[in-house]
């Protein structure tokens, strides 16, 4: 469930956020008539702005116990997919950017109190690992994810399409590259928000994220 790459892929501070208080991300129409030579990193920037308007719409008006309720038994909940995504992201990022992660250098760990070592970010959990995750509020993972977010932009915005092709993982056959990271992460964390929409949907009948 975290991100991870294989060779058939191509290459705040620590509070609530009132949600409703939220900016929309820049539209990609917007992005295009501002200029048509659009960079690879504002391309990304745009992206990665639809995995922050896809948790927003989830945690808008969300009760607690809607967060962790589990539809079928040992199932994730929208609680845990989307720590768990924010998680990825900042693990992941903070790793390719040489930054502290959001987690533990803005206090978010200590505020969400989990039961886990402050490097867990989700991937390989069992069941009963997820039913742990219990937040006090929606505005709890807004918070966090909103302070990820805005980390994950500020590196990006300053990208060259040159520092795309840095290889950051030399594990892989062939090495992972910076460019083919960020793709990964993109990836992983846009199916995971549109797995907490469809729990949103499912649990909250009439919900929609429009």
Sequence with gaps: ???????????????E???EALAT?????EMANRKADMKANELLVEAYGRILETVQAVLKDVTNEQ?????VPDS???????????????????EVAGL???WTSQGWADRFGLPFEDAAIGF?????????????SAGLLMGYYHGVHDQTIKFLGELSDRDLDRV????????????VRLVSVLSDDLQHAGQAAYLRGLIDKGWSPF
Excluded at 67 to 71: D, E, G, K, N, Y
Excluded at 124 to 136: F, H, L, R, T, Y
Excluded at 168 to 179: A, I, R
């Design 1 to 15: 469930m975290g991100a991870r790459e294989d060779r058939f892929r191509l290459p705040v501070s620590p509070i």
């Design 17 to 19: 956020v009132d949600i």
């Design 25 to 29: 991300p820049v539209a990609l129409t």
């Design 67 to 71: 967060l962790v309720q589990q539809t």
């Design 76 to 94: 994730n909940t929208i609680g845990w997919l989307i720590w768990h995504l924010s998680r990825v992201q900042d693990d992941h990022l903070a």
């Design 100 to 102: 502290d992660q959001v």
């Design 124 to 136: 390989g959990q069992s069941p009963d690992e997820v039913a742990k995750v219990q937040v006090e």
């Design 168 to 179: 950051v993982d030399e594990s892989w056959d062939p090495p992972v590259t910076l460019g």
